[in-house]
């Protein structure tokens, strides 16, 4: 277990330089967008005349020199202190915390939907090339790859929900739901079909796609040819041969693209109402919440520096010939 130790060490060390490097980009490009916080919250207050704006500024340290603010939140962020929401006026970390949950409910299923289901017709399709199958899983791809979200999003709406009736439109669960019993599961469960399958479907597509290629590539090389002049199955050549090494590709952009799915969440959170970060960040970004946007990009900056070291980790069992450095 040593190797595994000093694998995190190092892993993490780099995690927090770039997470270092993040934060303090994503602060000045915040900066530098325009909209003065203070002012929108004198407008919302009704008092916009200068000397209350410039009460707002010194409360919440926006007439600090940038330097300085930079500074003060960089040291803060290292802390655990992502800031306090002056539109909210609560922490930003307990904004965050009371919707990430559903935000990682929705993008965890997502990618486990898309990498199953991609890596299932992809083989397929591998299998059977040149046949209408092939042909059809390959369409289907196609078609879930150019398609927008948004766009997939409301025509399942109209669909699902407006013309059939069969699942919720929009919301995390129904109204007046209590408890945590399997009634509660079972309603959060048809709330999340619609959402999951126009995040996941995009991200499917890429996943067979590649599969597919990956396969048929591999299916080539001389290793498979000896296996095969040897007597090994079909079967056994397609699990511990072709698939196993073909699948390595695809673990490695599906690390890539674990974090992408939470900022793809954002357009699907909007559109299906769901409570989460991403709909906390547009939110946000409308009020020039400063404070709650940073928070967000932070955490989710976070979340894909750990699934790229917990792809490393996957590479050693999927193939231990490979060594983590």
Known sequence: MGWLAWFLAQRLFKAAVILFCIVLINFTLIRAAPGDPASVMAGEAGAADPEYVERLRERFGLNEPLPQQMATYVAAVFQGDLGFSYRENQP???????????????????????LAMGVLLGTLAAM????????????????????????????????????????????????????????????????????????????????????????????????????????????????????????LPVITFAGFQAG???????????????????RLAFNALLQRDYQVLLGVFVVTSILVLLFNIVTDLIYTLVDPRIEVK
């Open 128 to 247: 059977n090339v040149g046949r209408w199958s092939d042909t059809a899983i390959t369409t289907l791809a196609l078609i879930s790859y150019a398609t927008p979200l948004f766009w997939l999003g409301l025509m399942l709406i109209l669909l699902f929900s407006v013309q059939l009736g069969w699942l919720p439109s929009f919301g995390f669960e129904s109204i007046g739901r209590e408890g945590i019993g399997l009634a509660r599961v079972l309603d959060v469960g048809r709330h999340l079909i619609l959402p999951v399958l126009t995040l996941g479907l995009f991200y499917m597509a890429v996943y067979t796609r590649l599969t597919r290629s990956s396969i048929l590539e591999v299916h080539q090389m001389d290793f498979v040819k000896t296996a095969r002049s040897k007597g090994v199955s079909e079967r056994n050549v397609m699990t511990h041969h072709i698939l196993r090494n073909a699948i």
């Open 92 to 114: 930003v970390s307990s904004l965050i915390m009371e919707r990430l949950p559903a935000t990682l409910l929705l993008t965890v299923t997502a990618f486990v939907f898309a």
């Open 260 to 278: 992408h799915l939470i900022g793809g969440s954002i357009l699907v959170e909007t559109v299906f109402a769901w409570p989460g970060i991403g």
